[in-house]
């Protein structure tokens, strides 16, 4: 079968495309022939070799992955051959970047019929952080104040859109580039972060501040006087310390995303009822991953590229 992968880890130059052996599932698992992938910011970690996931070299990258059952390994009874599914794979195995990709069977959802097999790719592990963040780690719950700093990236869309189903106020910072999308997702007050002080322009504290950006750490403590005594400061930027204030009481969290199925499954179920927006930004061939990669390196990426096989 056609892949990419890489057997050292390095800059984007290491993607290889070529032939390498099909898988086969074992006991739990299925084979599943590859609609799409998704380029994620860690697939670029693990390439370049920051990021710590101990995967097993060579190893093909693309661990959102959208597709059909094509076999059943041993003891698969809730899946069929034929099924459309999305899955968010186990990290440290080879991923969707092929025209193949042995999947555990937990991993896996039957996908959304109201969009492209192709574009939900592009659903689980970006849509499951934002509800693992604010759901699970940031409790939210109806009536509260939720704070968004950095919104304007493809987490913080999917988080403004659950949050608002929630009966949250959402109070979002993004750069002018992005505020037309992030109101659009349902925002109550964008805040440009380029021009305005974020503590100034948040009238009054919130119950939970979820940060997206690379802010610098002290930027970062500096946020938490907006939020009020016993509520959680929840960031996604694992590497950078989440800052809390234990003498208010208030908890920091740090999200890495985790599979989750029966979270993904609510989550296909928003998509097929119309509550949930997936963004697709570009659709790419599986030939021009190597370029994605550099264009990720280099810090060029907006919104979510799916690759095609």
Not at 12 to 31: C, D, F, R
Not at 166 to 194: E, F, K, M, N, W
Request: aromatic share 4%.
């Amino acid at each position: 079968m056609k892949a990419v992968q890489f057997h050292e880890v390095g800059g984007p130059e290491v993607l290889q495309y070529g032939e390498v052996e099909q898988p086969t599932p074992g006991t739990g698992e299925v084979l599943v022939r590859v609609t799409a992938s998704a380029y994620s910011a860690a697939d670029n970690g693990m390439r370049a070799g920051f990021l710590p996931i101990p995967i097993e070299l060579p190893h093909i990258p693309g661990y959102d992955v959208s597709g059909v059952v094509d076999t059943l390994g041993d003891g698969v009874t809730d899946l069929a051959v034929g099924d459309a599914v999305i899955g968010f794979l186990p990290m440290e195995r080879d991923g969707g970047a092929a025209e193949y990709v042995v999947a555990p069977a937990d991993a896996l959802v039957p996908a959304p019929t109201s969009i492209p097999l192709a574009d939900a790719a592009a659903l689980p592990s970006v849509a499951l952080t934002a509800w693992q963040a604010l759901v699970d780690s940031g409790r939210l719950e109806a009536g509260q104040r939720l704070l968004i700093v950095g919104a304007g990236g493809v987490v913080g869309k999917y988080a403004i859109q659950l949050a608002k189903r929630l009966g949250v106020h959402v109070i979002a910072t993004a750069s002018p580039r992005s505020a037309d999308a992030v109101r659009a997702a349902g925002a109550d007050q964008v805040i440009d972060h380029t021009e305005t002080d974020v503590l100034q322009a948040v009238d009054g504290q919130v119950d939970v501040l979820l940060n997206l950006a690379p802010l610098e750490p002290e930027r970062f403590e500096s946020f938490v006087a907006a939020v009020r005594d016993g509520g959680a400061v929840v960031s996604t930027t694992a590497f950078i310390a989440t800052p809390g204030d234990e003498s208010r009481g208030v908890r920091a969290e740090t999200v890495f995303v985790l599979r989750n199925r029966e979270r993904l499954a609510e989550l296909v179920a928003l998509v097929d009822a119309g509550e949930l927006t997936v963004e697709v930004t570009r659709r790419v061939p599986l030939t021009e991953l190597r370029a994605v990669h550099a264009e990720g390196a280099a810090g060029r990426i907006a919104g979510k590229v799916i690759v095609l096989v």
